[in-house]
């Protein structure tokens, strides 16, 4: 009688995570950046029809990278559920923390049971209202971690030299401009900033009563990088 073929559980998870990390890093990098206008998010995507960033609630937004129909399939998920919650008790309750324990406990979940994780990052961002310097960025891992950013936030394949690159220049303050210039700057190679037709940008506008979302693009995105 032949013996049954055996993996540690400590192997079968590193498999999962050099795969989910493979997947990932074949796609565009993203960034996050809090200034004072809010959080803005600047993504490398010359796509104008399949999108990265999106608004999930009132002043929430999701950004992601990795495999589309995954992030997509999330995000649906996101929204249903920040529309039931609000729907049923107040708008006020939905949160980026909350949503982004969601997140987590989806992707974990999948991480650990399925034979296939996500490959896929996400953030979950949110602003305050425009009296308050309020702002939240959570990180959200392929296996269900959830990281809580301050000042920037970087997802994709080439995370690691973005975030060495935006510790030496970014500073808290910066104007809405300075910081575009910054992520566009930190996404494109060998010191060329990545141009208006290559990035997908988006802003939380902590100055907006309600909704904050807003997509910035076309004349408005080529002159404030200009």
Wanted: with cysteine; aromatic share 8%; hydrophobic share 40%.
């Amino acid at each position: 009688m032949s013996m049954p073929f055996y993996v540690s559980p400590e192997q079968v998870m590193k498999d999962r995570a050099d795969y989910a990390r493979k997947g990932i890093a074949r796609g565009r990098s993203l960034v996050a950046l809090e200034c004072p206008a809010g959080v803005l998010i600047v993504a490398d995507n010359p796509s104008r029809t399949l999108s990265k960033i999106s608004e999930i609630y009132d002043r929430i937004a999701f950004a992601a990278v990795g495999k589309y129909n995954e992030f997509q399939m999330l995000r649906v998920a996101g929204v249903r559920h920040a529309d039931m919650k609000g729907f049923s008790y107040s708008r006020e309750d939905v949160s980026a923390k909350e949503l982004a324990n969601a997140y987590a406990q989806t992707l974990g979940q999948v991480f650990t049971h399925e034979m296939k994780p996500y490959e896929v990052e996400l953030l979950v961002a949110e602003v305050g209202s425009p009296d308050d310097d309020h702002a939240e960025m959570y990180h959200v891992l392929y296996d269900g971690v959830v990281m809580d950013e301050q000042n920037y936030s970087v997802l994709g394949g080439q995370a690691d030299q973005i975030i060495e690159s935006l510790k030496e220049q970014y500073q808290p303050g910066m104007s809405l401009g300075d910081a575009l210039k910054l992520g566009a700057k930190v996404l494109g190679s060998d010191g060329a900033p990545l141009t208006a037709d290559q990035l997908e940008v988006a802003l939380l506008d902590r100055s907006r009563p309600r909704r904050a979302f807003r997509r910035i693009k076309n004349d408005e995105l080529t002159s404030l990088l200009g």
